[in-house]
């Protein structure tokens, strides 16, 4: 049994002695952790034997997360050659860190980093009968971005203040932190509770003493930014005079909107009642006589004087003058009363016998004033 296992440990000396030397030597961490826009380097050194003889190749690839997928070949090394330009996506931000990678030195830089170069990178040295192999995680991170300070509430003495800070990008987790730099006391009230998860300040019950300079610090394990916010907390208004100004002012534009309505109505009013008066007839005002009942006026009262002052003696002799019966129609008879023509300068006098043969009947005239009237 002693002798047995005398003879394995021979036989293990002897294969381990006639093992290929190919070993890689990095003792760095095995994840680097970096903001993006930055490089990374990752090690890869190794170590050749004598019994090392075959040709050199060196290969980077990024495993792939779904086993069912290729991994993707970043860059590699082979035939005194290094080919840098092989991926797409990194082409230009990747080669190696030593210009003859034979001398030990498999390194690459990656620069320019971004956030979907994070992944996990093999280094594969390969010279026969040798083969070796290291892992690396690299995880690209984005710092905090500038953050926004700001106050929720209004900021009056006795009302709760809320100071918020933002930082609209950055790679979780992300730490937010408080400080008072200006204006009395440097520490923060003491009524104030503080979240650093979602970088907020609530100051409860504000007195003047919070007013003052703060400043917001965020930061990752890549990066911080920083913002400044001025808080002045104001002693509370005048709520009563506030309330009987808006009284009064509300006041003032009811009783401008009634001026103006009034001014508009009466303006209205007058308007129409001018157009009225415009387009009314005077009922007590008779229209103008014309020319000729002018004429025929004055020649009927003229016949009916000379009709009042005749005596029964000369009636036959009116009977014979007809033209004193007629009222004048022509352009002549519309002359004044003036202007009337004379009746004619003889005329045949009928006696009261003749009238009776021709046929005529005797009339009493009443007697009559000049003007018309009966006497």
Same mark, same amino acid.
Not at 114 to 119: E, K, M, V
Not at 131 to 137: A, E, H, P, V, Y
């Given at each position: 049994?002693?002798?047995?296992?005398?003879?394995?440990?021979?036989?293990?000396?002897l294969f381990g002695g006639l093992a290929p030397g190919?070993?890689?030597?990095?003792?760095?961490?095995?994840?680097?952790?970096?903001?993006?826009?930055?490089?990374?380097?990752?090690?890869?050194?190794?170590?050749?034997?004598?019994?090392?003889?075959?040709?050199?190749?060196?290969?980077?690839?990024?495993?792939?997360?779904?086993?069912?997928?290729?991994?993707?070949?970043?860059?590699?090394?082979?035939?005194?050659?290094?080919?840098?330009?092989?991926?797409?996506?990194?082409?230009?931000?990747?080669?190696?860190?030593?210009?003859?990678?034979?001398?030990?030195?498999?390194?690459?830089?990656?620069?320019?980093?971004?956030?979907?170069?994070?992944?996990?990178?093999?280094?594969?040295?390969?010279?026969?009968?040798?083969?070796?192999?290291?892992?690396?995680?690299?995880?690209?991170?984005?710092?905090?971005?500038?953050?926004?300070?700001?106050?929720?509430?209004?900021?009056?003495?006795?009302?709760?203040?809320?100071?918020?800070?933002?930082?609209?990008?950055?790679?979780?987790?992300?730490?937010?932190?408080?400080?008072?730099?200006?204006?009395?006391?440097?520490?923060? *009230?003491? !009524?104030?509770?503080?979240? /650093?998860?979602?970088?907020? @300040?609530?100051?409860?019950?504000?007195?003047? #003493?919070?007013? %003052?300079?703060?400043?917001?610090?965020?930061?990752?394990?890549?990066?911080?930014?920083?913002?400044?916010?001025?808080?002045?907390?104001?002693?509370?208004?005048?709520?009563?005079?506030?309330?009987?100004?808006?009284?009064?002012?509300?006041?003032?534009?009811?009783?401008?909107?009634?001026?103006?309505?009034?001014?508009?109505?009466?303006?209205?009013?007058?308007?129409?009642?001018?157009?009225?008066?415009?387009?009314?007839?005077?009922?007590?005002?008779?229209?103008?006589?014309?020319?000729?009942?002018?004429?025929?006026?004055?020649?009927?009262?003229?016949?009916?004087?000379?009709?009042?002052?005749?005596?029964?003696?000369?009636?036959?002799?009116?009977?014979?003058?007809?033209?004193?019966?007629?009222?004048?129609?022509?352009?002549?008879?519309?002359? *004044?009363? !003036?202007?009337?023509?004379? /009746?004619?300068?003889?005329? @045949?006098?009928?006696?009261?016998?003749?009238? #009776?043969?021709? %046929?005529?009947?005797?009339?009493?005239?009443?007697?009559?004033?000049?003007?018309?009237?009966?006497?």
């Amino acid at each position: 049994m002693g002798v047995s296992v005398i003879l394995c440990g021979v036989l293990l000396s002897l294969f381990g002695g006639l093992a290929p030397g190919l070993e890689i030597t990095s003792t760095g961490p095995a994840s680097i952790e970096k903001a993006s826009g930055q490089s990374a380097k990752m090690d890869c050194q190794f170590s050749l034997a004598s019994e090392d003889t075959g040709p050199l190749d060196v290969e980077w690839s990024r495993i792939s997360s779904d086993s069912r997928s290729e991994d993707q070949v970043v860059i590699f090394y082979s035939g005194d050659r290094a080919y840098d330009d092989y991926y797409l996506p990194m082409k230009g931000r990747v080669h190696f860190n030593s210009a003859d990678p034979k001398n030990g030195d498999a390194s690459i830089i990656l620069s320019g980093l971004q956030a979907s170069d994070s992944g996990t990178y093999q280094c594969k040295v390969k010279k026969a009968p040798g083969i070796k192999s290291r892992k690396m995680l690299l995880m690209v991170m984005t710092k905090p971005s500038k953050p926004r300070c700001y106050a929720e509430g209004p900021s009056q003495e006795g009302k709760d203040i809320v100071l918020r800070c933002v930082s609209s990008e950055g790679t979780s987790p992300m730490q937010y932190s408080w400080q008072k730099t200006g204006g009395g006391s440097l520490l923060l *009230p003491a !009524s104030s509770v503080m979240d /650093p998860v979602a970088g907020t @300040v609530t100051v409860r019950n504000a007195s003047a #003493s919070a007013s %003052g300079t703060y400043r917001c610090s965020v930061s990752n394990r890549v990066g911080s930014e920083e913002c400044v916010l001025q808080l002045n907390v104001t002693p509370p208004p005048n709520t009563a005079g506030i309330i009987a100004g808006s009284i009064i002012a509300v006041l003032l534009i009811l009783i401008i909107i009634a001026i103006i309505l009034f001014c508009c109505c009466r303006a209205r009013h007058r308007k129409k009642y001018e157009k009225e008066i415009c387009n009314e007839i005077r009922e007590d005002v008779p229209p103008p006589k014309s020319r000729v009942s002018t004429a025929r006026s004055f020649t009927v009262g003229s016949q009916r004087s000379s009709l009042g002052s005749m005596s029964p003696s000369n009636l036959h002799e009116y009977a014979l003058k007809p033209q004193y019966d007629k009222i004048p129609m022509s352009e002549e008879d519309d002359r *004044p009363p !003036s202007h009337a023509p004379l /009746p004619p300068p003889t005329a @045949v006098k009928m006696g009261g016998p003749n009238l #009776s043969r021709m %046929g005529a009947i005797p009339v009493m005239i009443p007697a009559q004033n000049r003007d018309g009237s009966i006497v």
